[in-house]
């Protein structure tokens, strides 16, 4: 049985790859098509509700097309939950192995420095590279993938250590794999289902993280449309029309659910041993 | 002159001695048998002897393979060396294989890593592997998983494995200790087979003297570190023996004979 057809056969696996598939979908689709410009303001046709003037979820205090928002907004989130889970894979499987297969005292250096850096909040650590390099998705996406990597790294390391003490690296090593060789075959591949549930859980928490930096002003550019933008410039009249933030709100909440579902499903797919398990 | 020579083979982890001066040599073609109870220095022996000791290991002595001296040599010459000159089988046939790689790939690994043998070529001689250690459907085989096997038929892999490339010296560490009985005399005749087919030299390590009597003809007897007797099998049932080895053959008597409860019958 192949991966793929193992993840499809899992519900949380179909669920999982509907919201990427929806989220790429949605943001191709903004790309060329929204019902309204996102960004257009319109005081004139300020807080209509759902289905009133062609605007299928209303428009906000400014006129802006909560659909077309929504939409753009999605580019955003696919965009930074990439680029942060790229990131923060580089950097975990960088020190994870800069942690296990080098010398010891660099490796004890490498630890101490992974437990530093996770000691340091992922927000705070974007506010700061915010306040330096001014607050755009850029900064919030490095920041993010940084912050999560050194999570990622943690754990890789745990991982490969394991790995490192089994016979079959052992075995592989008598019969004159070399370093490079033993962490391709061998190291990767095997804490691959782990490294999968950690990425695709720091994908969710980037979404998240952008989310909230961007509410909190540190994160995507106010012009630019975002799910978090669209939360900060919605909970002002969260009792005057509690709508507005149910939108975006839902949108971040089924997005990270499906990227986790998603990282689950995958690590059972991946694994010969328990996609074979009914 | 002597395959592989090890003499006065120390190995230190920290302040404790495990492998105290220990020397035997092991002819060209020559089977010996290495025997101790678990904690004597076999297995530490035998990863000394291929440079597989834990980094925090100290190593002192000297481990010869065909006049070549290995203790001191970089991690690149070994890689070189192991798997093509001197392999081993390890114990535990369920964990010594990559439970993600699928057994074709893992029986030519040797075959490509130090005879540069391509994928496709690989695959055939996976395939040419697998019959010679008597795997059943061996095109089948190289495309299953490891867990879709049985414990015999992983051992087998692994024994295809470490003599893929026919090296000179072969270290199998109790190979058959995890398996059914019945399938340990299977493994036992395929390894006698082929070691001798190919002209190998065989150092078999286990603690158990049945075991070691159908494989070996000469044995050396490790306790607490240290080498305390070297013998022929012949010789030992009669004879004076040290304390340690008159327990093994108490030990194996007792165990094919319990009606004799271990006694010098």
């Not at chain 1, 004139?44 to 928002?69: I, M, V």
């Not at chain 1, 992922?122 to 919030?140: D, E, K, R, W």
């Not at chain 2, 190995?11 to 678990?38: C, H, N, P, Y």
Request: some cysteine; hydrophobic content about 50%.
């Amino acid at each position: 049985m192949t991966a793929l057809k193992a993840l499809l056969r899992r519900p949380t696996g179909v669920f999982g790859v509907a919201v990427v598939v929806g989220l790429v979908v949605f943001s191709l689709v903004s790309l060329v098509w929204t019902p309204f410009d996102p960004t257009a303001t319109n005081p004139d046709q300020g807080w209509l509700l759902p289905f009133s003037g062609g605007h299928l979820l209303g428009t906000d205090r400014l006129g802006h097309d909560q659909f077309s928002q929504l939409l753009a907004g999605a580019r955003e989130a696919l965009l930074t939950a990439v680029l942060a889970m790229v990131i923060a894979a580089v950097v975990g499987i960088a020190l994870a192995l800069a942690a296990t297969v080098t010398p010891r005292w660099i490796g004890a250096t490498v630890v101490q420095l992974i437990d530093i850096l996770i000691a340091f909040p992922v927000l705070l650590l974007a506010m700061i590279l915010a306040a330096v390099y001014g607050g755009s998705t850029t900064t919030a996406v490095v920041a993010i993938g940084i912050g999560f990597g050194v999570n990622v790294a943690r754990v890789a390391r745990g991982e490969i250590n394991a790995v490192r003490g089994t016979d079959y690296v052992l075995a592989a090593q008598a019969c004159g794999a070399n370093t490079g060789r033993i962490i391709r075959k061998h190291l990767l591949p095997n804490i691959a289902p782990t490294l999968i549930v950690q990425l695709s859980l720091t994908m969710a928490l980037a979404v998240l993280a952008e989310a909230a930096l961007t509410y909190l002003g540190y994160g995507t550019n106010p012009n630019t449309p975002s799910w978090g933008g669209m939360l900060a410039e919605q909970q002002a009249y969260l009792s005057a029309r509690p709508l507005l933030v149910i939108w975006p709100g839902l949108a971040v909440v089924l997005t990270v659910l499906g990227l986790n579902l998603l990282g689950d499903a995958l690590r059972v797919a991946t694994d010969p041993r328990l996609r074979d398990a009914r | 002159m002597s395959l592989l020579e090890i003499t006065d083979l120390t190995v230190l982890f920290g302040q404790k001695l495990v492998v105290d001066g220990v020397s035997f040599a092991l002819g060209q073609g020559e089977r010996l048998g290495m025997i101790g109870e678990s904690g004597s220095g076999k297995s530490l022996t035998a990863l000394a002897a291929i440079g597989l000791l834990p980094e925090e290991a100290s190593v002192t002595g000297s481990v010869k393979l065909d006049g070549h001296e290995l203790l001191g040599e970089s991690d690149r010459a070994l890689a070189k060396i192991r798997g093509e000159r001197i392999a081993m089988v390890f114990q535990e046939p369920l964990t010594a294989l990559n439970p993600l790689m699928r057994i074709g790939k893992q029986l030519a690994e040797p075959l490509r890593l130090h005879r540069g043998l391509s994928s496709k070529a690989a695959r055939a001689m996976a395939i040419e592997l697998a019959n010679r250690v008597g795997l059943p459907d061996p095109d089948r085989i190289v495309r299953a998983y490891p867990h879709q096997l049985s414990g015999g038929q992983r051992q087998r892999v692994g024994i295809a494995i470490a003599l893929a490339c026919e090296p000179l010296v072969l270290i199998a560490d109790e190979p058959t200790t995890a398996l059914d009985v019945t399938v340990q005399a299977e493994i036992l005749a395929l390894l006698r087979d082929l070691v001798d087919q190919q002209g190998a030299s065989l150092l078999f390590i286990t603690h158990d003297l049945a075991v070691l009597a159908s494989v070996v003809s000469r044995l050396v007897v490790l306790a607490e570190g240290k080498l305390v007797e070297e013998t022929d099998i012949a010789a030992l049932g009669h004879g004076e023996h040290d304390p340690h080895t008159s327990a093994l053959v108490r030990a194996a008597r007792a165990a094919a004979f319990p009606e004799l409860g271990g006694t010098d019958a």
